[in-house]
């Protein structure tokens, strides 16, 4: 088994690969995710220097990723390819069409994403993350699974939550709020809990995971206070942390909701500001009162002091919370996108 990214997340690969079942080599691509923006027309692409340059500079990465996947194909000889629909997704499935290899993708964001819709026309088969009605994808090849998440995130129990708190060493009456930014970190996120860990009870405790590039400034910024903690990366334990955790702060991405839909936590969701498909998740997150959803906007002007500080007060909102968010569980989902490429790669047979 092989697993395609680019460098910038080639490390964090390699810590989440370690612990594999079965082993997997990691290769690197060079990739392009174009620039988009909700409020640019047509001609602001081409009249935005800076946003012309890089979008320039994406195509000629994409081309260069598109002939890097050709020689992983053919030395590689894959039987499928499985493709989550992020932007290297997009030269491997360029490859995998010349060369006539199956492929099967996954859109997790309820919003579907730029690269599967490019490459959905050629899929043998789709799963997605959200109900079908979602997706402009056809439906004769399409399956609602939902996301694909670690088999450990299943509802937390009071006493679990206290024996997690004491393995990270801190009092099982402490509470704690866990921010999460993916797997690169969120600088919003970081700036925003440590200012609000400045005015929290002494009752409560933070813990960061800050990302390898925001790493050093969330600690320097967090420098002198008791009661946070910056971590860099959770490779291993990430789910013990988040079972920790009375609140959790995350970015609206598919796979840390679900996650935390199957934990059973109440959350802060913050979608990315330039990010369309964080956004659209929020908003069916936020109509079902399964989140609070703050904006990146709304956390540089403070809110989100505010916000958890009500929140850690207010336990019978958390419970709320986390039974609605619950409800979007499917606990099921790595299975049922496992079976489906199993499926698609009998069929080449």
């Known amino acids: 088994m092989r697993f395609v990214c680019d460098s910038g997340f080639a490390p964090q690969a390699r810590s989440i690969m370690a612990g594999a079942t079965m082993p997997v080599s990691i290769s690197t691509i060079r990739a392009g995710k174009f620039r988009r923006y909700k409020h640019f027309r047509l001609i602001d692409y081409v009249t935005t220097p800076s946003v012309l340059f890089h979008n320039l500079i994406d195509i000629v990465q994409i081309a260069i990723g598109f002939i890097q996947s050709m020689w992983l194909i053919l030395r ?38 730029l690269t599967n819709r490019l490459i959905a026309p050629f899929a043998r088969a789709i799963a997605t993350g959200y109900p079908l009605e979602n997706y402009p994808y056809d439906q004769h090849k399409s399956t609602y699974t939902g996301v694909p998440i670690r088999a450990e995130c299943r509802p937390v129990t009071s006493d679990m939550q206290r024996s997690a708190k004491s393995a990270f060493g801190i009092s099982p009456d402490t509470r704690l709020t866990v921010g999460v930014g993916g797997g690169l970190g969120a600088k919003a996120i970081n700036v925003a809990l440590i200012e609000a860990a400045k005015t929290l009870p002494t009752d409560t405790h933070c813990i960061i995971v800050a990302g390898v590039k925001h790493y050093e400034d969330a600690l320097q910024a967090a420098n002198g206070l008791a009661n946070i903690e910056i971590l860099e990366f959770v490779a291993e334990g990430m789910v013990e942390l988040l079972s920790a955790a009375d609140i959790v702060v995350t970015r609206a991405s598919a796979t840390s909701l679900q996650e935390l839909a199957g934990l059973q936590k109440p959350i802060i969701a913050v979608p990315a500001r330039q990010l369309g498909d964080q956004h659209k998740n929020a908003e069916l997150y936020a109509a079902a009162d399964a989140a609070i959803v703050l904006d990146d906007d709304a956390l540089e002007h403070g809110e989100l002091t505010t916000t958890l500080a009500t929140l850690l007060d207010d336990p019978t909102r958390q419970e709320q919370l986390s039974k609605n968010l619950h409800a979007f569980a499917k606990p099921h989902a790595a299975t049922d996108v496992a079976q489906i490429v199993l499926n698609v790669a009998a069929a080449k047979h």
């Open 76 to 113: 590689f000889r894959p039987d499928i390819i499985f493709a989550k629909g992020g932007f290297v997704c997009l030269p491997v499935g360029w490859a995998a069409r010349l060369c006539r290899v199956p492929i099967v993708i996954h859109d997790s964001d309820a919003r579907p994403g």
